[in-house]
């Protein structure tokens, strides 16, 4: 079974940069749609980002322009590069695999944007 494990979260600066990755066990993760997720507190997590197997990509409203998702099969990673973050990014940041009825998430890292 695929196992996913994030890195790259941290406290940046409003206005900074971060660039999350997200690596999966397993020889299968080309075939996987991949996405990243956030959740901050008191709210449901929302999408953030998709990326099909054939790496097509989709955005949420709050993120487009300035967050990009992308994939390196040869690395089994996926990788969500956030610019220009606000403190409303502030979020535990969640990757997730899909692969027909299977979907699997990480256990997430938290990015903060404070000054």
């Known amino acids: 079974q695929v196992q996913l494990v994030e890195s790259g979260g941290g406290l940046v600066q409003p206005g900074g940069s971060l660039r999350l990755s997200c690596a999966a066990s397993?020889?299968?993760?080309?075939?996987?749609?991949m996405a990243w997720y956030r959740q901050a507190p008191g709210k449901q997590r929302e999408m953030v980002a998709t990326?099909?197997?054939?790496?097509?990509?989709n955005y949420g409203d709050s993120v487009e322009g300035r967050f990009t998702i992308s994939r390196d099969n040869a690395k089994n990673t996926v990788y969500l590069q956030m610019n220009n973050l606000s403190p409303e990014d502030t979020a535990v940041y969640y990757c997730?695999?899909?692969?027909?009825?299977?979907?699997?998430w990480g256990q997430g890292t938290q990015v903060t944007v404070s000054s």
């Open positions: 397993g020889n299968t993760f080309s075939r996987y749609a």
């Open positions: 990326i099909s197997s054939g790496g097509s990509t």
């Open positions: 997730q695999s899909k692969y027909s009825l299977l979907v699997l």
